[in-house]
């Protein structure tokens, strides 16, 4: 099973500064790598797909970068909603698993 | 705009089986090539549970597999789930999600969700 290991756990910063969140594959899986912002109350939704592409509707603040085992999502100007827990997850190789998540708080 | 909703018990009784629906709206439930079930425990992190091909092949997470089936009711636009011998371990907000993302240009991307259910949870307790 390939483990995901985010960092930081906490990641605590101020509307406007910008936020880099770290994904850590215990194996290569190439650039198959998602990242999902959770709200609470709420169901993921998918911001990054093989690893560096937007999904459709995210803002342009959001990008991701990385392949093999190191993996990045850069935000660049953090805006009063994009404050939650993001989580990055692989399915490349069975089964999918999800990162621990990293919880993006208001300083 | 396809939509998912979980249905099912909100309260199980230990060595009991939990078993939840999901039911698809928006779309053929065979359109889509797979479809899945992730949980959530209060406060923790995400764990992918299993996954269902609309043609019935299955992939169940491996320490789960003893005790997870995943069947898919096309004539209902429905996948459903079943967790035999829960115990308080295995209370959690339950997803079913869509896994295969389309982007604006149609080119498909297999190993992602995309489409979500809202989430039911599922409490363990005698």
């Known amino acids: 099973e390939i483990v995901l290991t985010q960092s930081p756990a906490t990641l605590s910063l101020s509307p406007g500064e910008r936020a880099t969140l770290s994904c850590r594959a215990s194996?290569?899986?190439?650039?198959?790598l998602g990242w999902y912002q959770q709200k609470p109350g709420q169901a993921p939704r998918l911001l990054i797909y093989?690893?560096?592409n937007r999904a459709t509707g995210i803002p342009a603040r959001f990008s991701g970068s990385g392949s093999g085992t190191d993996f990045t999502l850069t935000i660049s100007s953090l805006e009063p909603e994009d404050f939650a827990v993001y989580y990055c997850?692989?399915?490349?190789?069975?089964?999918?698993?999800f990162g621990q998540g990293t919880k993006l708080e208001i300083k | 705009q396809v939509q998912l909703q979980e249905s099912g018990p909100g309260l199980v009784k230990p060595s009991g089986t939990l078993s939840l629906t999901c039911t698809v709206s928006?779309?053929?439930?065979?359109?889509?090539?797979?479809w899945s079930w992730v949980r959530q425990p209060p406060g923790k992190g995400l764990e992918w549970i299993g996954e269902?091909?609309?043609?019935?092949?299955?992939n169940y997470t491996p320490s789960l597999k003893s005790r997870v089936t995943i069947s898919v009711d096309k004539s209902k636009n429905q996948f459903s789930l079943n967790l035999s011998s829960v115990t308080a371990a295995d209370t959690a907000v339950y997803f079913c999600?869509?896994?295969?993302?389309?982007?604006?240009?149609?080119?498909?991307?297999?190993?992602?969700?995309?489409?979500w259910g809202q989430g039911t949870l599922v409490t363990v307790s005698s």
């Open positions: 928006g779309g053929s439930i065979s359109n889509s090539k797979w």
């Open positions: 269902i091909h609309n043609g019935g092949s299955t």
């Open positions: 997850q692989q399915r490349s190789i069975w089964p999918g698993t």
């Open positions: 999600a869509r896994r295969g993302y389309f982007d604006s240009s149609g080119h498909y991307y297999p190993y992602y969700f995309d489409y």
């Open positions: 093989d690893a560096s």
């Open positions: 194996q290569s899986i190439g650039s198959f």
